[in-house]
């Protein structure tokens, strides 16, 4: 499902998708770490490996600079590291 969505993507022309998760699971399809392709998360609240990135085809050089998250992530909490105690 995963390899489907991503070639939808490479088809719709989107330059790179961003995943928060674990990079040894995402790693087998291809992510990377978001910092190491010069690309800045949206919160200190994610940990470094968790931030990912995976350059599409239509990617360009230029494309850089910091993630933004719309308001619904921030409304559900659903950035980074959660309480769980909460």
Known sequence: MIR???AILIES???VVFV???PQYDARFGFEAGA??????PSLR??????????LPSY???MTGTLVYSDTFWRHDAVGLRDATG
């Open 46 to 55: 994610i940990p470094d490996a968790a931030f990912q990135a995976l350059r």
């Open 60 to 62: 360009e050089p230029w």
């Open 13 to 15: 022309a989107v330059p």
């Open 20 to 22: 928060e998760g674990p």
């Open 4 to 6: 489907r969505g991503l």
């Open 36 to 41: 190491g392709q010069i690309f800045r998360k």
